[in-house]
Antibody, heavy 120, light 111 residues
Framework: QITLKESGPTQVNPTQTLTLTCSFS??????????VAWIRQPPGKALEWLAL???????RYSPSLKSRLTITKDTSRNQVVLTMTNMDPVDTATYYCSHSLFRIRAFDIWGQGTMVTVSS | QSALTQPPSASGSPGQSVTISCTGT?????????VSWYQQHPGKAPKLIISEVSKRPSGVPDRFSGSKSGNTASLTVSGLQAEDEADYYC???????????FGTGTKVTVL
């Protein structure tokens, strides 16, 4: 059974850097074809894909946020970390991590999400 | 990359069918057979219900079906049930540098 769980601060100040961790079980990021993605959702708004890291350490970023994002993986600890620099109140959202298969280009198993508020 | 366009709302009575459209461009929906659909109940994480335009993951009822024509994909929910009341989002692969363009979302109400 695949499960994912996001963790990190619930509040950050404007201009600070956000660091979120996705801890998962039931699969390995060393397995060919597997990836972990980050997706966010501002309150009452639509989903937005942020970044994805594949089993081979290939990293992809949303074109509109690429300069602010870094995604890394720790295969031995079953974790993926997302950092987002220069946080702004418009970045207030629920941040989700999800399991993804290269074969289907979809996000098939999601974590419960973690709400992050950007405010001073 | 602009979001895919979905109608804000759709509704139907129990047992009826409802179809949601998802309009993109030849760079996303029209260019690849990697359209997926997600169901999201209030306060919950999204759930994948359709991948690769029309494939249902294990456990998803066959009341949910997907299709695509040109730059527009569609999700049909047949035999509406109360538990189908939720927000629905489409998503499309848009090339190696844009793995997931999401739609604007559609709220489905079961009357």
């Amino acid at each position: 059974q695949i499960t994912l769980k996001e963790s990190g601060p619930t509040q950050v100040n404007p201009t600070q850097t956000l660091t979120l961790t996705c801890s998962f079980s039931g699969f390995s990021l060393a397995t060919s074809g597997v990836g972990v993605a980050w997706i966010r959702q501002p309150p009452g708004k639509a989903l937005e894909w942020l970044a994805l890291i594949y089993w081979d350490d290939d990293k992809r970023y949303s074109p509109s946020l690429k300069s602010r994002l870094t995604i890394t993986k720790d295969t031995s600890r079953n974790q993926v970390v997302l950092t987002m620099t220069n946080m702004d109140p418009v970045d207030t959202a629920t941040y989700y991590c999800s399991h993804s298969l290269f074969r289907i280009r979809a996000f098939d198993i999601w974590g419960q999400g973690t709400m992050v508020t950007v405010s001073s | 990359q602009s979001a895919l366009t979905q109608p804000p709302s759709a509704s139907g009575s129990p047992g009826q069918s409802v179809t949601i459209s998802c309009t993109g461009t030849s760079s996303d929906v029209g260019g690849y057979n990697f359209v997926s659909w997600y169901q999201q109940h209030p306060g919950k994480a999204p759930k994948l219900i359709i991948s690769e335009v029309s494939k249902r993951p294990s456990g998803v009822p066959d009341r949910f079906s997907g299709s695509k024509s040109g730059n527009t994909a569609s999700l049909t929910v047949s035999g509406l049930q109360a538990e189908d009341e939720a927000d629905y989002y489409c998503s499309s692969y848009a090339g190696r540098d844009n793995l997931g363009v999401f739609g604007t979302g559609t709220k489905v109400t079961v009357l």
